[in-house]
């Protein structure tokens, strides 16, 4: 079975540019979750989606957007991107009811702004 | 607010030695979940167990087990017989019940098993 895919997986960009990260969730899976990760730090959430609605933001600037599409597949868009958002973006993915909070992550993408 | 504290940056062992990761949390709420995810070098996170805070009898998974003490804040992870292969970097995360697609990690603590 397929797992959580990303893509891309590594990109470069530089200030000021935008990006825009993509995520398929596991098959049946209709709740996805963004996490930033910086390098030597732990995952920080970004945004949960589930059934298409926004339902949960963290503490990230109006820079950062996303959605889920009706396939519950989702796109992390990010603007007017700084240095400090050079990280790996992690998506997860999870199922209903007594397992809704069992994240299944993805490789995640790897972005480096210059 | 919620918050995990994992005080151990790194930790060296020799293959075969035990090895035991410190999770220490901060929640208001009477019903959260914890969790251990494991981060090899591809990036992916790897989760390894859940436990709720109703649920404090500790667990034993093959090399793996888990110590859950509400008294303390604590969610204590042991490998046993380490192996190289279980050089990563570990994160213990916690979530609230109405929170459940929002983890709050820890910073992690990177494990190096050498032979």
């Known amino acids: 079975d397929a797992g959580v895919t990303q893509s891309p997986t590594h990109l470069i960009k530089t200030r000021g540019q935008h990006v825009t990260l993509r995520c398929s969730p596991i098959?049946?899976?209709?709740?996805v979750s963004w996490y930033q990760q910086v390098l030597g730090q732990g995952p920080q959430f970004i945004f949960q989606?589930?059934?298409?609605?926004?339902?949960g933001r963290g503490n990230f600037p109006d820079r950062f957007s996303a959605r889920q599409f009706p396939n519950y597949s989702s796109e992390l868009n990010v603007n007017a991107l700084l240095l400090g958002d050079s990280a790996l973006y992690l998506c997860?993915?999870?199922?209903?009811?007594?397992?809704?909070?069992?994240?299944?992550f993805g490789a995640g993408s790897r972005l480096t702004v210059l | 607010a919620q918050k995990v504290t994992q005080a151990q940056t790194e930790i060296s062992v020799v293959e075969k030695e035990d090895v035991t990761l410190d999770c220490v949390y901060e929640?208001?709420?009477?019903?959260?979940?914890l969790f251990w995810y494991k981060q090899p070098p591809s990036g992916e996170l790897v989760f390894l167990i859940r436990?709720?805070?109703?649920?404090?009898q500790n667990e034993i998974s093959g090399r793996y087990s888990w110590n859950f003490q509400k008294s303390t804040s604590s969610f204590n992870f042991t490998i046993t017989a380490s192996q190289v292969v279980d050089s990563a970097v570990y994160f213990c995360?916690?979530?609230?019940?109405?929170?459940?697609?929002?983890?709050?990690f820890g910073a992690g603590t990177q494990v190096v098993v050498t032979p």
């Open positions: 997860a993915s999870s199922l209903d009811g007594r397992r809704a909070n069992v994240l299944t």
């Open positions: 098959s049946g899976h209709k709740s």
């Open positions: 989606y589930y059934e298409k609605e926004e339902r």
């Open positions: 929640t208001r709420d009477t019903t959260y979940y």
């Open positions: 436990r709720n805070s109703f649920d404090e």
């Open positions: 995360a916690l979530t609230e019940t109405d929170s459940w697609g929002k983890l709050q």
